[in-house]
């Protein structure tokens, strides 16, 4: 969906409007002054995964990985919000 930019003083004014609207898949952008400063977008729902899911992405990562062989830090992606 595209984004609808708005001002920052209307969506002060219909906050509850907006986030119904961002509730059905609506994005928008933020401006104060003319320059887009922020977006409101809907929260994706997480899935969880089982453990055994979990594994196979880990070792997903370590075969699509093209660094040194063995420099795969699993610890450390985790650490970077890789998915």
Known sequence: ???QQ?????????LSQIINKVENGANFVI????????KIVPIEQE???????VVEECFKLQKNYRG?????????????GRP
């Open 68 to 80: 040194k062989p063995g420099s795969f830090n699993v610890r450390e992606a985790i650490e970077e």
């Open 31 to 38: 401006s104060k002054r003319g320059k887009p400063v922020a």
């Open 47 to 53: 899935k969880e995964m089982s453990f055994q899911e």
């Open 1 to 3: 969906m595209l984004n």
């Open 6 to 14: 708005i001002g920052i003083f209307e969506a002060k004014t219909h």
